[in-house]
């Protein structure tokens, strides 16, 4: 069974933190860029941060940018997204997504040709 599977969501107060993890099962993510998406409710999903395959490159939407860290550990088939000083604006379903690549390229924090979809785990910011 192939499949991405979030953890670490959880209630937190604003200004906390909390490690948001992606693991892949069934598949190693070494060839994959992973993107980060979250949905609020009554909201579209947006994108967060994205990773390239082997992590040269990094990008971050502007609402989390200084914040959130996104980061890999190919070894452990995982790839963490590092979430400070929260906001209630932050509360979403946090979900990762994979797509396959052939070489190492610049990632995109898009929607198009995923290959893989979590399931999301959802994080609420509230005091």
């Known amino acids: 069974q192939l499949q991405l599977v979030e953890s670490g969501g959880g209630l937190v107060q604003p200004g906390g933190s909390l490690r948001l993890s992606c693991a892949a099962s069934?598949?190693?993510?070494?060839?994959?860029?992973i993107v980060w998406f979250r949905q609020a409710p009554g909201k579209e999903r947006e994108g967060v941060s994205c990773i390239s395959a082997m992590g040269t490159s990094t990008n971050y939407a502007d609402s989390v940018k200084g914040r959130f860290t996104i980061s890999r550990d190919n070894a452990k088939n995982t790839v963490y997204l590092q979430m400070n000083s929260l906001k209630p604006e932050d509360t979403a379903k946090y979900y990762c997504a994979a797509v396959r690549v052939w070489v190492e390229v610049m990632c995109k924090i898009a929607e198009n040709g995923m290959d893989y979809w979590g399931e999301g785990t959802l994080v609420t910011v509230s005091s």
């Open positions: 069934g598949f190693t993510l070494d060839h994959y860029a």
